[in-house]
């Protein structure tokens, strides 16, 4: 029992000499433009193996060369333990001004630690240095250049307008990358529709030789693009920040036996820097289409199609609904398809078509797009429903191909409320009986007695005249909003923005709990680009990121709410870059914050609309 009270005590002892402590400090507060300098972390007390998750601050601002470079020191005095554990990353000023460095988080032994955030002043210094220049002592950016690179490459040089070409982003690579990269900008694709290529989450490396050396290759990224103007065309670079292992070699080695030895990469210290790999860019020659021997039901599809149909029903009654289905399948950008045009002949109402699509986005873009037509014939005989027309262009035999679906015939039968002779269930022959019967009117009042006051003008009687005035008055201002929807595409597309939207982040949930990293991101930038599109009236082949900001500066949305629509839109085409271990937080915090955009934005256009 002594002795472990005396243990206790010890320990109490030493927690006392040495309290913990967590601070940061800097080489200097004021620093020049592309000056380089280190800012530190540092953690001491008894036991630093509690130390757990250091979080370090955001350094927005600056540029992070290399880090967290970690060091431990211990020490011993009066046979009590102590230590210390530091973090430090090496830091470049880029813009001048006054710049605030948060606080880091540390954990130990369960308890939270934070140091003091740290004010840098950053003045005009030395102009940035050429990438001929060091950037460290041992390597230079050319150097790192030679032996890592982005390398952009399309399947066609020369496209047809609207036919797909294929753009595959590779990483080469001879160094070692220390952690997981950051992706600093996504290439724009102006006058170009861009569906994602689907490739594993994880970037699977693999050995090419590329101009004679041998390098490590890993795909990146990889987009089917679709041509929506003919001319010359242009892919602007992937940018990604490449934190890079480098090796540095001890001063005044020489070329000797024992130098190389202690050259070996296991007596070297190693520093990471970052690196801004950039892609080349991509530039598309697209050919215009033919103008001659263009079929009247062509509508702008291009590639390589099927076309079938199927009817529910040969035989109805009046006023009955048929549905008819007509699938397009093939190879081609199926989401840009137009629904066919269907002539019926008189005696026939037909509605809007149901649209949906199962798209296949592997490789070459294909899929199935399908629209359910409801018919209903309003009179009784023998009806045919005609053909329909679908046109496209087909790059691989440079023609134009027009299909068709078969006549269907179908048989209407006389339905039982289209006037077939019956008038509230009598035939004809009781009604012409019914004139040649003879109404005895009655000319005294026999022992009819007075009730009261008449109440031909009480509520009853009011209620009765004026309530259908309401009803046709409501049923007019529907009918004429419903017309000006219908001939308004743009006013209709705008009505139903926010709808849509609403049902894909609905998907975008339900894949959210399914832990379907892959199809949430992917549900969910449909869904706001989908809103972007219907909201500001951009067609579906011009919709891209800038485009939608263009538009909304153009409405004056404000724009620090533009920025959190930039950052979500590139969060979540980054998505897939990020690790796969919070990929549960990654993805509610990315619903949580486009749900806030999306509902911001809606403001703030409704706003605008009604000024």
Known sequence: MFRRNLVGIILIYAAVLYPQSFTASVQSTTVGTNDQFEVTFNFSGQNINGVRSFTPPNFKGFMILSGPNQSTSMQIINGAVSGSRSYSYYLQAQNVGKFTIGSAIINYNDKTFSTQPLTITVGKGSPKSSPQQQSSSDVSQKDIADNLFILATSDKEKVDLGDQVTVTYKLYTRLNIASQMQVAKLPSYQELWAEEISIPNNITFSTEMYKGKQFRVGVLKKVALFPSRAGELSVTPLVLDVPVQIQQKKKGSGNNLFDDFFNDPFFNTVQNVNYNAKSNTIKLHVNPLPSQNVPKSYNGAVGNYTLTSQINSTSTKANEPVTLKINITGSGNIQLLNMPELNLPPGFDKYDPKTSEQINRTGRINGTKTFEYLIIPRSSGKKEIPPVLFSYYNPE?????????????????????????????????????????????????????????????????????????????????????????????????????????RARFKTARTLMEANNQTGFYAEISQALFGYLEDKLH????????????????????????????????????????????DGDAAMNDMYNDLTKVIIELEKSLSVKKNV
């Open 397 to 501: 035999k440079s023609s134009y191909v027009t299909l068709s679906t078969p006549s269907y015939f179908i048989d209407v039968e006389q339905g039982s409320n289209s006037g077939s002779g019956n008038v509230a269930g009598y035939s004809k022959e009781e009604i012409k009986m019914l004139s040649q019967d003879i109404i005895y009117i009655k000319t005294s009042t026999g022992d009819l007695t007075r009730q009261g006051d008449s109440t031909i003008f009480g509520f009853g009687f009011w209620t009765a005249a004026l309530l259908p005035l309401f009803l046709l008055s409501g049923l007019i201002i529907w009918k004429r909003r419903s017309d000006k929807l219908a001939g308004n595409l743009q006013l209709l597309r705008y009505q139903r923005a926010q709808k849509v939207a």
């Open 538 to 581: 951009i067609p579906k082949a011009e919709i891209s990121l800038d485009r939608a900001v263009d538009e909304l500066q153009k409405k004056n949305i404000d724009g620090e709410l533009i920025n959190k629509l930039r950052d979500c839109t590139e969060k979540c085409q980054y998505a897939r870059f990020a690790p796969g271990s």
